[in-house]
């Protein structure tokens, strides 16, 4: 059992899943990443701790966010990208698990709908 803390604000629970619902161009990336920035900076999180899956961006807003990952120390994983296929997402999670190396990770989906297993 994890310690009730935030990780994003006062939004996310560490060890919980959480939605964040809203219309498209709405700002849900935009908030997500700069809770997350705070969180880092903060010390609350470790940022080699997040994963954040980007799979809804164009090229030029994955570079412009894998800057950002870089510089705050978490990763920013994409679709097609370093050998990354989201058709797998469920099936890294399941090794992550059975290799127990799970424990303390902090995984963000953008887009949900996106990822395989998750898409109804």
């Keep these: 059992m994890l310690d009730n803390r ?11 899943a959480t939605a964040i619902y809203a219309k498209p161009n709405t700002g849900k990336t ?7 920035i705070q ?5 609350g999180i470790e940022g080699a701790d997040v994963f954040y899956i980007n ?6 807003g994955l570079v412009e ?24 997402f469920v099936n890294y999670i399941q ?9 303390g990770k902090i995984i963000i989906l953008d887009t949900l709908k996106k990822v395989r297993g998750f898409d109804g």
């Excluded at 006062?10 to 919980?16: E, L, M, N």
């Excluded at 090794?95 to 424990?103: C, L």
Aim: hydrophobic share 50%; proline share 2%.
């Design 6 to 16: 935030f990780v994003l604000g006062r939004i996310a629970i560490y060890g919980q």
């Design 30 to 36: 935009l908030l997500t990443i700069w809770l997350l």
């Design 39 to 43: 969180a880092i900076s903060a010390k």
């Design 55 to 60: 799979a809804d961006d164009n090229y030029r």
């Design 65 to 88: 966010k894998l800057k950002l990952a870089e510089l705050h120390g978490f990763e920013m994983l994409a679709p097609g990208h370093n050998g990354f296929e989201a058709k797998l």
């Design 95 to 103: 090794a992550m698990v059975r290799d127990e190396s799970a424990h």
